[in-house]
C-alpha cells in the first residue's frame, strides 16, 4: 500500500469517528515491518514512520527531494511570514532569486497537529470549505506545503519546475507539497 493510502485511510477513519461523535482514533504507526527501520522506537513513531519513508524515496536531484529528518525531529525556517522545512524554505528563497517572488501569495504554511486539529474540525462542521487533510496525514504538518492564494501561471510553471506539486489532482489547485512524492494534501 503506498504511503498517501494509508494516510488517506487514517483520516478517512478519524473523519468517520467524528460522524460517528466516537473518540478519534488515534493514529497507529504508518510501517511496522521491523526490516523498515533500524532501531525498534522507529516502529512506534507515526512521524518518524513518515519522515522515515519520505527520506527513503525522496533522494536528491530534480529539485526535490534531499535528506529529511526520520528523528522525528523537523528543521523548519521561517523567512518572510512563511514557516517550511529547511530545503523546501530553499527552494522558495532560490525562486525568488531568480526573480519568481512566490512568498506574497503564500497564506498558509507549516501548521502544527494543534492547528491542523482545529481547522479538520472546522471542516468537519462545514465552517471551513474546501480540502483539509486529518492531523498528521497533511504534509503541512512536516513543512512540505504550501497554500497560496491567486498567483500568477508563471510563479506556478517556476515552482512546479523546481520540486513542487500541485494539489489540483486532489481538488485544492491552492495548494502546493515540496518533494518528489507529491503528496499533496
Known amino acids: 500500500m503506498q504511503l498517501y493510502d494509508l494516510l488517506a485511510q487514517q483520516g478517512r477513519e478519524r473523519e468517520e469517528a467524528v460522524r460517528r461523535n466516537t473518540q478519534i482514533p488515534q493514529p497507529r504507526p504508518l510501517l511496522t515491518t521491523p526490516s523498515t527501520f533500524s532501531k525498534p522506537s522507529e516502529q512506534t513513531d507515526n512521524r518518524s514512520a513518515m519522515l522515515t519513508l519520505l527520506a527513503s524515496q525522496l533522494g ?93 501561471q508563471r510563479l506556478i510553471d517556476y515552482i512546479l519546475a523546481n520540486g513542487w506539486y500541485s494539489g489540483a489532482n486532489f481538488g485544492d489547485p491552492g495548494h502546493y507539497s515540496y518533494g518528489r512524492l507529491g503528496l499533496c494534501k
Not at 527531494?65 to 514557516?83: C, E, F, H, I, Q
Not at 501569495?105 to 492547528?115: E, K, L, T
Open 60 to 152: 536528491g536531484g530534480g529539485g526535490g527531494g534531499g535528506s529529511y529528518p526520520v528523528n522525528g525531529s523537523m528543521d523548519l525556517m521561517t523567512k518572510r511570514g512563511a514557516t517550511l522545512d529547511s530545503e523546501a524554505m530553499q527552494s522558495l528563497l532560490a525562486a525568488r532569486r531568480a526573480g519568481y517572488n512566490v512568498f506574497p501569495y503564500i497564506d498558509s504554511s507549516y501548521r502544527d497537529m494543534a492547528q491542523q486539529r482545529s481547522l479538520y474540525q472546522q471542516h468537519l462542521s462545514g465552517a471551513h470549505p474546501g480540502p483539509v487533510a486529518a492531523p498528521g496525514s497533511s504534509m503541512h504538518n512536516y513543512g512540505l506545503a504550501i497554500d497560496v492564494g491567486s498567483m500568477p
